[in-house]
């Protein structure tokens, strides 16, 4: 994909969603020449290897887990990776097709997406296939993947937010199961990308109504994050600024999402910068949030020294600002009706009123940008030079936290520690420190047992 | 708001422990249970919206919406009110719409000239979009309508102006205010530029300009043997029972 940038026509340049018959036809625009082929020849690697790394992800959760890690034991960041190694297992093979069959159109003549065009001065042969057939299978994959980049996320920040709560993850079981709820709602929602399409009308009702269900589970998740802080005792690191700055992400991209999803009121904000503003901020942010929180919380853990604090914090507090400064503005934009993948808006006079929104989302994306240069030298100086890192510096209860500090092949020497309890004992009752490792054993800690805990 | 109170109110404090506090099932049901409620009125009020809008027939003023790389083509439907055939193997300079001249029904019809759409106010208008070449979007955001442009398949809309052109320029106190149509859909490099202004106005200003316009009629005929290739193929543009069947499929 990046050698495309290189040949004569350009990369590939129809957009992600690649539709044909825009991207079926090299008479259709430069990029659909050669920069295409390469993008599906890609593109069929990349899920090729992510199906292989879904499947071991799959295969080593089921199988490969320490003596006593019951599946109601996992942490919910494993329980998260499961999910979405078994979304991408499911839906992944669906864009393979997708894409099977666009090589099809595009070099063996076939017409699986292709009816009636005339282009470039002549009627071409193909007849009887629909372009939005392409869509249906397009996002079968497009909506799971979505969840794809936010489950993890999510399962990174439950855990974060546990530990430096000092508080058990509020309603376990019920985060547990809204993203298996989650996960498979994910399968039945992907015509919602689809309203304005032409497809059936009727069908636009039936996704609408699976959509909004997804809500549910959603609401379930925040409520329960939010429990969890409740009458806590919050740490407030740098990894825990980004966790609950997710969780901020995706209550206000969840709300738009409501609004997204109700076909009526898509009719008019569909493909507009409102769309744009929606998933930059519930898939976007919040997945590069959840991924900050984890590379600030886990960083001792992998190089043994502990990142920069300050530097930290600098890095939250403009990267939360500028988020919200670029992406809220874009509501308004496309609530005045400002269609995305526009060369230039200055063609329009209705929309010269914007010209300062535009302005200031350009200002800010700009901040935004540099303040990553901060983590960047964060993370490299730190790796190096940063302060050396205690045994478990969150005191934290999770297992990963029992492995010395040195890196070992096979991370423990000797057995790989045996599991007792659940991941999150925190503050519990009676016992002697506010956390109890999950290799703690039962009979160690009279003290604050709960009946049923022997 | 509870959430940012919260992360602050609960600050660490070496002194003080958090309250255990794993789960509460009646909690938990109750906000499952309240989502729950509020998003079946949502979707209860919402499909109301869009079965209204989309999924009910209405009676009106029958035209087309054509989209190209990089421009549109209206056409209106004339006396009849009925679009007559067309078929892309029939397209040429003159012929952009791939009209077919034998069935009676298109003799009538009139195509815009420049790049603009007249619609008479106060008058219920059925669009059916089409497109020659790639997908584009036929998105009119002064109207609150959208629709996408599918080539061989025909897409539908209704909706009725209420506010003339001039009406709306005093109203904005903008006197050079224009609706507009535009592409919404990626459809190559100039996509951007894709539009159409639309110009609402009286039905007696729309009946006097649409007379000016390019009548179908006008359009020289074909040649015989390509006429009778691209009949067997003719595309009805009105909606059918087969077309409705088609969109159930996909």
Redesign the interface.
């Given at each position: 994909m990046m050698w495309s940038v290189f040949i004569e026509t350009g990369p590939a340049s129809g957009g992600w969603t690649i539709y044909p018959p825009l991207s079926a036809l090299p008479q259709a625009m430069p990029g659909s020449g050669m920069g295409m082929t390469l993008w599906l020849v890609s593109m069929v690697l990349f899920i090729v290897s992510a199906l292989l790394g879904g499947i071991n992800y799959i295969a080593t959760v089921i199988n490969l887990r320490t003596k006593g890690m019951s599946m109601m034991r996992l942490p919910l960041t494993i329980w998260a990776f499961l999910i979405t190694a078994i979304l991408g297992v499911l839906s992944f093979p669906v864009l393979f097709a997708a894409a099977l069959l666009l090589v099809f159109d595009r070099s063996f003549g076939t017409s699986f997406y292709l009816s009636d065009i005339f282009i470039g001065g002549e009627a071409l042969h193909n007849s009887g296939g629909s372009p939005i057939l392409f869509q249906h299978l397009f996002w079968f994959l497009g909506h799971p993947e979505v969840y794809i980049v936010l489950l993890p996320a999510l399962g990174l920040a439950s855990e974060v937010i546990a530990t430096q709560s000092r508080k058990p993850i509020f309603g376990y079981k019920a985060m547990v199961v809204s993203m298996l709820v989650i996960a498979f709602l994910s399968f039945i929602v992907w015509g919602h990308h689809m309203f304005m399409t032409g497809m059936n009308p009727f069908l636009g009702a039936v996704f609408t109504f699976t959509t909004l269900l997804i809500a549910i589970p959603s609401a379930v998740k925040v409520f329960n994050y939010i429990a969890t802080l409740w009458k806590a005792n919050i740490q407030l690191t740098p990894a825990m600024c980004f966790a609950i700055g997710l969780v901020s992400f995706f209550i206000s991209g969840g709300l738009t999402g409501i609004i997204l999803g109700d076909s009526a009121l898509d009719i008019n904000i569909h493909d507009t910068y409102f769309v744009v503003a929606h998933f930059h901020i519930v898939m976007g942010a919040s997945a590069i949030f959840g991924m900050f929180a984890g590379v600030y919380h886990w960083f001792p853990r992998m190089f043994g020294r502990m990142m920069n604090k300050t530097l930290g914090y600098i890095h939250f507090w403009i990267t939360v600002i500028a988020v919200y400064g670029v992406f809220f503005p874009m509501h308004f934009l496309g609530l005045a009706g400002v269609p995305r993948r526009y060369y230039s808006n200055s063609a329009y006079e209705s929309f010269m009123d914007m010209q300062n929104i535009n302005e200031l989302v350009t200002v800010m994306s700009m901040i935004g940008g540099v303040a990553q240069l901060i983590f960047a030298f964060n993370f490299f100086y730190s790796m190096f030079y940063g302060k050396k890192s205690e045994q478990n510096p969150w005191g934290s209860n999770t297992i990963e936290w029992t492995a010395p500090v040195e890196h070992l092949h096979g991370n423990w020497p000797g057995e790989i520690p045996t599991v007792h309890r659940w991941a999150y004992d925190y503050s519990k009752p009676g016992a002697e420190h506010d956390f109890i490792p999950q290799t703690t054993p039962y009979s160690q800690t009279k003290g604050s047992n709960l009946p049923g805990e022997e | 708001m509870?959430?940012?109170g919260?992360?602050h109110k609960?600050?660490?404090?070496h002194s003080?422990?958090?309250?255990?506090?794993?789960?509460?099932h009646k909690?938990?049901l109750i906000?499952?249970v309240v989502?729950?409620i509020v998003?079946t009125v949502?979707?209860v009020t919402?499909?109301k919206?869009?079965?209204d809008?989309?999924?009910t027939e209405k009676k009106g003023m029958n035209m087309q919406v054509y989209g190209y790389?990089f421009a549109f083509i209206a056409r209106y439907s004339g006396e009849d009110n009925t679009l007559g055939k067309s078929n892309?193997?029939l397209?040429n300079d003159e012929n952009a719409l791939?009209l077919n001249l034998d069935d009676k029904a298109t003799k009538d019809d009139i195509i815009t000239t420049g790049n603009e759409m007249r619609l008479p106010v106060g008058t219920s208008i059925n669009f059916t979009?089409n497109a020659?070449?790639?997908?584009h979007?036929a998105?009119m955001?002064?109207f609150?309508?959208?629709?996408?442009?599918?080539?061989?398949?025909n897409?539908h809309f209704n909706f009725t102006p209420t506010i003339t052109t001039a009406e709306m320029r005093k109203k904005l106190n903008k006197p050079?205010?224009?609706y507009?149509l535009?592409?919404?859909?990626?459809?190559?490099?100039a996509?951007?530029?894709m539009?159409m202004k639309i110009v609402v106005e009286t039905p007696e200003e729309f009946a006097a300009w649409l007379k000016t316009q390019k009548k179908a009629s006008e359009i020289p005929t074909a040649n015989a043997a390509e006429v009778k290739v691209a009949d067997a193929?003719s595309?009805n543009v009105q909606p059918t029972a087969n077309l409705k069947l088609r969109?159930?499929i996909?």
């Open positions: - | 509870f959430y940012s919260f992360a609960y600050r660490h404090n003080r422990r958090a309250y255990f506090y794993p789960e509460n909690l938990e906000w499952t989502p729950a998003l949502l979707i919402g499909l919206q869009w079965n809008i989309l999924m790389q892309f193997r397209i791939g979009f020659r070449d790639v997908l979007g998105y955001p002064h609150r309508a959208q629709m996408n442009m599918v080539p061989g398949m897409t050079d205010f224009d507009v535009l592409c919404n859909k990626i459809c190559g490099n996509h951007y530029t539009k193929a595309t969109q159930i996909l």
